[in-house]
Nanobody, 126 residues
Framework: VQLQASGGGLVQPGGSLRLACIAS????????VGWFRQAPGKEREGLSCISSGEGTTSYTDSVKGRFTISRDTAKNTLYLQMNNLKPEDTAVYYC????????????????????WGQGTQVTVSS
């Protein structure tokens, strides 16, 4: 299982970015997958996840209404559309896969995930 995240960069407050995570070694709809971030000096934070199968989604309150998780099974790629970005969204963003499959369920608890991508830096600053 491998995950490769990309799409980070520098954006002004109120701007948008779309992160992508290419998965290999498994099909995206076979495992729960999620997006996480870690700012300097802070604990890794779960943002959003999508379950295996039908793709039930979940969001943490801090990004609900601003971020959207999606997947393209043809490209085996996970996305995170981030809108109305704020300076406090500055962090390294990671995608991850969980090997525990529960129908229509995913978790935003980072310690439940087994496979991690390398991270992509998002900086929100004017």
């Amino acid at each position: 299982v491998q995950l490769q995240a990309s799409g980070g960069g520098l954006v002004q407050p109120g701007g948008s970015l779309r992160l992508a995570c290419i998965a290999s070694g498994f099909t995206l709809d076979a495992l729960p997958v999620g997006w996480f971030r870690q700012a300097p000096g802070k604990e890794r934070e779960g943002l959003s996840c999508i379950s295996s199968g039908e793709g039930t989604t979940s969001y943490t309150d801090s990004v609900k209404g601003r971020f959207t998780i999606s997947r393209d099974t043809a490209k085996n790629t996970l996305y995170l559309q981030m809108n109305n970005l704020k300076p406090e969204d500055t962090a390294v963003y990671y995608c991850a896969a969980d090997t525990l499959v529960i129908p229509s369920h995913c978790s935003t608890k980072y310690y439940e995930y087994d496979y991690w991508g390398q991270g992509t830096q998002v900086t929100v600053s004017s």
